[in-house]
């Protein structure tokens, strides 16, 4: 393998043996492919007066830098405009290793020749790649060998590499497009650490439905930045896509007007929704509550349970469904099922069978703490709120949003999602 660190400012040889400039760069084209392919080599110190040779014209680049034809046949490369420029726009810049997850900066670039073609096969994010540049490689490697630890590159194949460069709208759209394939909680922990301009960039190109899952896992200040360079009915339509807890307290951190100015133009429902969650306190089961869960009417088989639930635009929007809850006609709950006792029971059986009619459940103004409690003590993975005058049943407490009063949000998003 070749790196880029041993060709810069190397004397560039033509066909017999004539110096005709130092290296000052490399340009590279199809930034969108696994090995993207050399175009250019960009000189400086150039006698000619030829600032870009072709890549068609170049015999070998390792040990010498050495064309294939002599200075009085050198063919000027005119640039498009669609390179990538090597040293000025990737040697040393943050990307975004998409197999590894995390945010690395270029120390170095591995360079290898695939028949007729020179290509870009990887980034160096090592300190070894570090030292190679620096020209330190060797005394390193010797320090490694006396502490009985040796460093070797580590390169990430340029395939798995997403530029956060938010100048460049062609190679960003590109990488927004690897981005987008991570999970959220993983993208939300890079554009966390990136500056709020930068963060905006990236995550602008989105769709609605990965936004708004990649919000979910952000903190508040991203959640705000990102909603503030938005025009407000796509920030709406962002917050319709979002769970509605997480949309709620994401409206009570924005000025009162521009609140009211977002729950105007999102869906009738949705906005009820929300205007539900954010007239309880932010501690207690009602403000902590998600409006989306699964429900059944009572007097069903369990055949007919699940045909209901399989039609239920409610039941679609139920991430988990683990508990599936009973209610009568005026919503009111009357037990739960667990998913997996519906599954598995004869189809022509009652409901009530298989029904748990002594729920555990809370009021919208139990606190965080007391829901928090109830779902450890009796091992829950979720618990319904219910109006304690009407009985009929506002949402579900899941057991993440009960741990916020244990563990900071912050650290909280840090753990495996289970809802």
């Not at 759209?173 to 554009?191: E, F, G, H, T």
Request: net charge negative; charged share 25%; aromatic share 6%.
């Amino acid at each position: 393998m070749i790196y880029f660190s041993q060709l810069i400012n190397q004397n560039v040889w033509d066909g017999f043996g004539s110096i005709v400039g130092k290296l000052e760069d490399i340009l590279i084209d199809g930034t969108e492919k696994k090995m993207p392919p050399i175009v250019a080599l960009r000189l400086k110190k150039n006698p000619l007066g030829i600032e870009f040779i072709p890549a068609n014209q170049i015999a070998s680049l390792w040990p010498s830098i050495t064309l294939r034809v002599g200075a009085d046949r050198i063919k000027a490369y005119t640039p498009t405009g669609h390179e990538l420029r090597l040293l000025d726009r990737v040697l040393d810049q943050q990307i975004v290793d998409t197999e590894g997850k995390r945010l690395v900066r270029v120390n170095d670039l591995q360079i290898a020749r695939a028949r007729e073609l020179f290509v870009l096969t990887g980034v160096d994010v090592s300190g070894s790649g570090l030292l190679r540049r620096l020209g330190m490689e060797k005394i390193g490697r010797a320090v490694g060998n006396v502490i009985n630890k040796t460093s070797e590159p580590v390169v990430i194949p340029w395939e798995f590499v997403a530029s956060i460069e938010h100048d460049d709208p062609l190679r960003l759209s590109v990488s927004q497009n690897k981005l987008v394939k991570m999970p959220p909680a993983d993208i939300a922990a890079i554009v966390d650490e990136l500056d709020r301009h930068t963060s905006a960039a990236i995550l602008e190109g989105f769709n609605n439905e990965a936004l708004a899952d990649t919000l979910e896992e952000s903190s508040p200040d991203l959640q705000l930045t990102i909603l503030s360079n938005m025009t407000p009915q796509r920030a709406a339509d962002i917050l319709e896509e979002m769970d509605p807890d997480e949309a709620a307290d994401l409206l009570a951190d924005l000025p009162t007007d521009t609140s009211e100015e977002l729950l105007g133009l999102m869906e009738k429902d949705e906005a009820l929704d929300l205007q539900t969650l954010l007239k309880y306190p932010e501690d207690t089961a009602g403000g902590i509550m998600t409006t989306e869960f699964s429900y059944v009417p009572d007097n069903i088989t369990t055949h007919q349970a699940i045909d209901f639930l399989r039609n239920s635009e409610d039941a679609s929007e139920d991430e988990v469904m683990y508990y599936v809850h009973i209610v009568d006609s005026q919503g009111r709950l009357k037990g739960i099922v667990t998913l997996r006792d519906l599954v598995m029971a004869d189809p022509q059986s009652s409901l009530k069978q298989w029904e748990e009619p002594d729920v555990i459940s809370v009021e919208p103004l139990t606190s965080q703490e007391d829901v928090a409690y109830l779902i450890a003590k009796y091992n829950l993975l979720s618990i319904p709120v219910v109006n304690p005058e009407s009985e009929e049943m506002l949402g579900v407490v899941t057991m993440d949003d009960a741990l916020d009063v244990v563990l900071p949000t912050a650290w909280k998003k840090r753990l495996p999602r289970l809802f």
